[in-house]
């Protein structure tokens, strides 16, 4: 290979280092690395890889830039195996060089990655900044591992496990995220993610990783100081023109009501004497239940806040105990009405299948969706993320199925085992666009609350309604296609009847995704009109041009 003057001078000052990880936003967990590596006077690059068809462009960056470290990000355990196959192939083109994985799998699974997967040198637990600078040091200057915290790697024939820090870093001393050369686009608008903490003060759900992945430290939760995060958003506004952040906080609300409304008027603060016009931002977020009522859904409506994820999971208590959740549904539907009064898009999963599922608690989930039939939703199982409660909860009940990595587990219940199985094979088939039904009006629902704030009129009140719309009669086809479901399950099913319903489920799906993709297309045409109208100050016209209410409304 021949190198360029560019990669020469960046191998002076460092090493070259190649991040891969699964990328359609900005992945911050990699761009965190990144920017810790730039920092340090190193020359990281990021490529994505979430599917086979992409191994071929980690190579090509591999080839081109002969990095000295690769750093794979391991994330989504259902993606280890392609990350193992990926590795392979590097090894076989004949890259040399040092291979290193971390994130959640990997932290917890590092035994058996470095004893399985050959290819791969070393393991970074935990958080990764000190971790992949330390070990590009090393690198550069050829120094041993032996001090490099959070760090697993083979010597000689045995594996030696540095010790962990177990505390946070001082996140507002972190460098920014190292972020791409162009805009991002979601919704026709630049767009941003942004981390304001680190972990989650709840952290005891049983199917989540973020738990076990703090339960070590002192503290399960980090916060940014409200001046580190207005500064980042005040880049990104300046330097990216960012309208939509989102949030990726696992919760960005407080453990109490207190400490939220305390944290929401100093982020407001701050934004403002960093100079941010908050008119003309939208924040999305994730919350739980317990953490929003009427004053705090009031709180986030004045920040700037369009959009919340909740975090249901569940609507039937049986089903929130057994998910370890620490929610009532008394919480749920007091978050949910607080969030709907002040016009703020919310949407939300229900894990309606879990090791304890029981029939009697499909009643209540169903009940729930209909009683919000206008708001976004999609349903499906817990699944088992390596050291999760429920990772340990479906060995101690033998209720385990499936190789590593990519574990799976039978229901408790055997009707709603077969449920589980029928929901599988109708909704979740191959070429099914349930999925993307799903998704498609979550974020339009989300469209329309952005529109409506950043382009407000008539016409904007309109198109979110008819979104509204949409939503409702999909939820309210998705009842009922869930309680023939379950009848199914009870009462059995011939091959005939199985077949039929995945037609319908399919072909429904794909209506209601070209619903919404139409609808998603007046709202962008809307905001087109609108920016021509405001440039010549009579956007108050808009609602009241014939021509376009007919086109849009």
Same mark, same amino acid.
Request: glycine share 8%; charged share 25%; proline share 3%.
């Given at each position: 290979m021949v190198e360029t003057e560019a990669l020469r001078t960046s191998r002076r000052r460092g090493v070259v280092a190649l991040l891969v990880g699964a990328e359609d936003e900005e992945n911050l967990a990699l761009r965190y690395l990144a920017g810790a590596l730039q920092a340090a006077g190193h020359s990281p690059s990021i490529v994505s890889c979430v599917r086979d068809e992409q191994i071929s462009d980690v190579l090509e960056c591999v080839r081109k830039q002969n990095p000295e470290l690769i750093a794979i990000s391991i994330a989504f355990q259902c993606l280890a195996s392609l990350y193992f196959r990926l590795v392979e192939r590097v090894r076989q083109s004949g890259y040399s060089g040092h291979i290193v994985a971390g994130g959640h799998f990997a932290t917890f699974e590092f035994r058996r990655i470095l004893e399985s997967q050959s290819?791969?040198?070393?393991? +970074?637990?935990?958080? +990764?900044?000190?971790?992949?600078?330390?070990?590009?040091?090393?690198?550069?200057?050829?120094?041993?591992?032996?001090?490099?915290?959070?760090?697993?790697?083979?010597?000689?024939?045995?594996?030696?496990?540095?010790?962990?820090?177990?505390?946070?870093?001082?996140?507002?001393?972190?460098?920014?995220?190292?972020?791409?050369?162009?805009?991002?686009?979601?919704?026709?608008?630049?767009?941003?993610?942004?981390?304001?903490?680190?972990?989650?003060?709840?952290?005891?759900?049983?199917?989540?990783?973020?738990?076990?992945?703090?339960?070590?430290?002192?503290?399960?939760?980090?916060?940014?100081?409200?001046?580190?995060?207005?500064?980042?958003?005040?880049?990104?506004?300046?330097?990216?023109?960012?309208?939509?952040?989102?949030?990726?906080?696992?919760?960005?609300?407080? #453990?109490?009501?207190?400490?939220?409304?305390?944290?929401? @008027?100093?982020?407001?603060?701050?934004?403002?004497?960093?100079?941010?016009?908050?008119?003309?931002?939208?924040?999305?977020?994730? @919350?739980? #239940?317990?953490?929003?009522?009427?004053?705090?859904?009031?709180?986030?409506?004045?920040?700037?806040?369009? +959009?919340?994820?909740?975090?249901?999971?569940?609507?039937?208590?049986?089903?929130?105990?057994?998910?370890?959740?620490?929610?009532?549904?008394?919480?749920?539907?007091?978050?949910?009405?607080?969030?709907?009064?002040?016009?703020?898009?919310? %949407?939300?999963?229900?894990?309606?299948?879990?090791?304890? %599922?029981?029939?009697?608690?499909?009643?209540?989930?169903?009940?729930?969706?209909?009683?919000?039939?206008?708001?976004?939703?999609?349903?499906?199982?817990?699944?088992?993320?390596?050291?999760?409660?429920?990772?340990?909860?479906?060995?101690?009940k033998g209720l385990l199925r499936g190789n590593w990595p990519m574990w799976d587990y039978v229901l408790e219940d055997t009707t709603a085992e077969r449920m589980s199985l029928i929901y599988r094979m109708v909704f979740r088939a191959p070429g099914s666009e349930y999925s993307q039904v799903a998704h498609a009006l979550i974020a339009l629902s989300y469209h329309g609350a952005v529109v409506e704030r950043l382009y407000p009129g008539p016409l904007a009140v309109t198109l979110r309604a008819e979104a509204g719309a949409l939503t409702k009669r999909w939820n309210l086809w998705l009842v009922d296609a869930i309680a023939r479901m379950r009848r199914m399950a009870e009462q059995g099913y011939s091959t005939e009847e199985l077949e039929g319903f995945t037609s319908e489920v399919a072909g429904k799906s794909t209506d209601a995704s070209r619903e919404a993709h139409a609808l998603d297309k007046r709202l962008l045409a809307y905001k087109r009109n609108h920016k021509i109208f405001r440039f010549f100050g009579v956007e108050d016209a808009l609602g009241s041009t014939a021509w376009l209410r007919q086109r849009l409304g």
């Amino acid at each position: 290979m021949v190198e360029t003057e560019a990669l020469r001078t960046s191998r002076r000052r460092g090493v070259v280092a190649l991040l891969v990880g699964a990328e359609d936003e900005e992945n911050l967990a990699l761009r965190y690395l990144a920017g810790a590596l730039q920092a340090a006077g190193h020359s990281p690059s990021i490529v994505s890889c979430v599917r086979d068809e992409q191994i071929s462009d980690v190579l090509e960056c591999v080839r081109k830039q002969n990095p000295e470290l690769i750093a794979i990000s391991i994330a989504f355990q259902c993606l280890a195996s392609l990350y193992f196959r990926l590795v392979e192939r590097v090894r076989q083109s004949g890259y040399s060089g040092h291979i290193v994985a971390g994130g959640h799998f990997a932290t917890f699974e590092f035994r058996r990655i470095l004893e399985s997967q050959s290819g791969i040198d070393s393991v +970074g637990r935990f958080e +990764g900044e000190r971790t992949v600078v330390a070990l590009a040091d090393a690198i550069v200057s050829g120094g041993g591992f032996t001090e490099i915290p959070n760090l697993v790697y083979r010597d000689g024939g045995a594996l030696r496990e540095n010790a962990c820090a177990p505390e946070y870093p001082e996140l507002d001393s972190l460098a920014f995220p190292l972020r791409t050369r162009g805009k991002q686009v979601r919704m026709g608008e630049p767009f941003a993610t942004l981390v304001s903490s680190r972990g989650c003060w709840h952290s005891s759900c049983q199917y989540c990783c973020i738990g076990a992945f703090h339960r070590t430290r002192g503290t399960r939760f980090a916060l940014r100081s409200p001046k580190s995060v207005a500064e980042e958003v005040a880049w990104l506004v300046a330097m990216r023109n960012a309208r939509i952040i989102q949030l990726h906080d696992d919760n960005f609300l407080q #453990p109490t009501k207190a400490e939220t409304l305390a944290r929401l @008027a100093s982020l407001t603060d701050e934004l403002r004497l960093a100079g941010v016009d908050l008119t003309q931002v939208a924040f999305l977020i994730k @919350a739980r #239940p317990d953490s929003v009522d009427d004053e705090v859904a009031d709180a986030l409506r004045k920040f700037g806040c369009v +959009g919340v994820f909740l975090g249901v999971e569940n609507a039937c208590q049986s089903g929130l105990d057994s998910l370890c959740r620490g929610v009532t549904v008394d919480e749920t539907v007091t978050a949910m009405d607080a969030l709907l009064k002040h016009g703020i898009a919310a %949407t939300y999963n229900l894990l309606i299948f879990h090791p304890a %599922t029981r029939m009697q608690e499909l009643d209540e989930n169903i009940a729930f969706i209909a009683k919000y039939a206008d708001v976004p939703t999609d349903f499906g199982r817990a699944e088992i993320v390596a050291a999760s409660p429920l990772e340990h909860v479906v060995q101690s009940k033998g209720l385990l199925r499936g190789n590593w990595p990519m574990w799976d587990y039978v229901l408790e219940d055997t009707t709603a085992e077969r449920m589980s199985l029928i929901y599988r094979m109708v909704f979740r088939a191959p070429g099914s666009e349930y999925s993307q039904v799903a998704h498609a009006l979550i974020a339009l629902s989300y469209h329309g609350a952005v529109v409506e704030r950043l382009y407000p009129g008539p016409l904007a009140v309109t198109l979110r309604a008819e979104a509204g719309a949409l939503t409702k009669r999909w939820n309210l086809w998705l009842v009922d296609a869930i309680a023939r479901m379950r009848r199914m399950a009870e009462q059995g099913y011939s091959t005939e009847e199985l077949e039929g319903f995945t037609s319908e489920v399919a072909g429904k799906s794909t209506d209601a995704s070209r619903e919404a993709h139409a609808l998603d297309k007046r709202l962008l045409a809307y905001k087109r009109n609108h920016k021509i109208f405001r440039f010549f100050g009579v956007e108050d016209a808009l609602g009241s041009t014939a021509w376009l209410r007919q086109r849009l409304g």
